[in-house]
């Protein structure tokens, strides 16, 4: 079993940038695939970004150039740096992992899961 728990949550302004971290507990990440996703409010759970265990990664086309999601393995830790951020990024935001490889945003595909952070930009 792998605990995950999200920081790094609040309020920004548009253009500005905030970093999320999602900190492990209970098994070494370094075999998992991980991923964040995150839920606006009256809206569905969308992937954001994912990095498999040999570092690939893939995004959403809506964060591509904005985001960068990164893992330290010795320190358990994802990461997501949010740069040049919009009003349309606010929402809850997931950290999600899986072990092996995945390499793709299917919410179905993850079954760890953290409580979420919230982000919320203001324009």
């Known amino acids: 079993q792998v605990q995950l728990m999200e920081s790094g949550g609040g309020s920004a302004q548009a253009g500005g940038s905030l970093r999320l971290s999602c900190a492990a507990s209970?098994?070494?990440?370094?075999?998992?695939?991980m991923a964040w996703f995150r839920r606006a409010p009256e809206k569905k759970r969308e992937g954001v970004a994912t990095i498999d265990p040999d570092r690939g990664t893939a995004y959403a086309d809506t964060v591509k150039g904005r985001f960068t999601i990164s893992r330290d393995n010795a320190k358990n830790t994802l990461y997501l740096q949010m740069d040049s951020l919009k009003p349309e990024d606010t929402a809850m935001y997931y950290c999600?992992?899986?072990?092996?490889?995945?390499?793709?945003?299917?919410?179905?595909?993850?079954?760890?899961w953290g409580q979420g952070t919230q982000v919320t930009v203001s324009s």
């Open positions: 209970g098994h070494s990440i370094s075999s998992y695939s």
């Open positions: 999600a992992a899986r072990q092996g490889w995945i390499g793709y945003l299917d919410e179905t595909l993850y079954n760890f």
